[in-house]
């Protein structure tokens, strides 16, 4: 699932609930279930890998509150990361995204969560504690103007960009970011234009 805003997501909600197990005109209730969220770990969505393509302008708020262009990330792989604390397939993947993270550190590829809170550092950064995550810095997309920048449809929204720059591949909705064909996806896609030297 792709959350548009807090608004679509009630309405979807209510609209799941009035339209279940109609017949004939009639409203017959749905049995009850034992879970009603998405399991944690659950991939809604699935990556789609594109031809290398250069990024729009756009620019996001780092960690240490500042100003952070594409350009400032140049020889290193990233996983953008579009999200906000009221999306609920947002929340549920963040700590595979904190897991990811942690493995791909040693591969000089950053996982750049952008939330676009209208709270910023004070709404994301409670979350953070609460969720345990360790791995991820807090970045900032303010207003949601990378995400617009980006042809962004809805969050959770991550764009895999190269080692020069470029988009590789886009992944809307949820996933299992820290399952090994995921990994080893984002390894090549991200990994691409790396400087190698061999040995001597």
């Known amino acids: 699932m792709v959350m548009t805003d807090r608004r679509g997501a009630l309405a979807a909600a209510g609209g799941a609930l009035l339209g279940a197990g109609t017949l004939g ?58 999200w906000a604390t ?6 549920e993947e963040m700590p595979a995204l904190d897991r990811l993270a942690a493995l791909l550190a040693p591969d000089g590829i950053l996982v750049v969560p952008a939330s676009s809170d209208r709270g910023g550092r004070a709404q994301v950064e409670p979350f953070y504690a609460r969720a345990g995550l360790r ?8 207003g949601g103007a990378a995400g617009r920048a980006l042809g962004v449809r809805g969050l959770p929204t991550t764009v895999l960009i190269d080692r ?12 299992a970011w820290d399952g090994a064909a995921l990994v080893a996806d984002v390894r090549r896609l991200c990994g691409e234009g790396r400087a190698t030297t061999e040995p001597a």
């Open 25 to 82: 005109g009639a409203l017959r209730p749905r049995p009850a279930r034992a879970q009603t969220r998405t399991p944690t770990g659950t991939q809604t969505g699935t990556l789609r890998e594109s031809e290398p393509k250069p990024l729009p302008p756009l620019a996001l708020t780092g960690p240490a509150g500042e100003r952070r262009e594409p350009a400032s990330f140049a020889g290193q792989g990233v996983v953008l990361n579009l």
């Open 164 to 175: 020069q720059g470029r988009e590789r591949g886009r992944l809307e909705g949820a996933a």
């Open 135 to 142: 791995h991820l810095g807090i970045w900032l997309d303010p």
């Open 86 to 91: 009221w999306c609920p397939p947002c929340v």
